[in-house]
């Protein structure tokens, strides 16, 4: 079983910054992709940052130049630094992990933690 917990987000005014943090846990190989997601009010889930084991990252237009993800191997934890934060930055905040439990493709799974708000007043 795997875990991923989740701290940080709450409620900022427009322009302030917020960060987010996760960290993966149980019975897993390695991690190969850990990134963001978020989900606004009647809206679909949607990529926010990734990023690989290797450092390499892809953000969402919407945030590019504002948000910067990082991560750590060796603890098994990401990290969304947001800044310039705008109300439309409003959501559930979801990390995301894509891992091999044993060697082989057939064993890689995908998680998700349970979610962070971030609010974003105006």
């Known amino acids: 079983q795997v875990q991923l917990a989740e701290s940080g987000g709450g409620l900022v005014q427009t322009g302030g910054s917020l960060s987010l943090s996760c960290a993966a846990s149980g019975a897993f190989l390695l991690i190969k992709t850990m990134g963001w997601y978020r989900q606004a009010p009647g809206e679909q889930r949607v990529l926010v940052a990734t990023i690989t084991r290797d450092g390499d990252t892809d953000y969402a237009d919407s945030v590019k130049g504002r948000f910067t993800i990082s991560r750590d191997n060796a603890g098994n934890t990401v990290s969304l630094q947001m800044t310039s934060l705008k109300p439309e930055d409003t959501a559930v905040y979801y990390c995301?992990?894509?891992?091999?439990?044993?060697?082989?493709?057939?064993?890689?799974?995908?998680?998700w933690g349970q979610g962070t708000q971030v609010t974003v007043s105006s």
């Open positions: 995301n992990a894509e891992l091999y439990e044993r060697p082989g493709p057939k064993y890689e799974y995908r998680y």
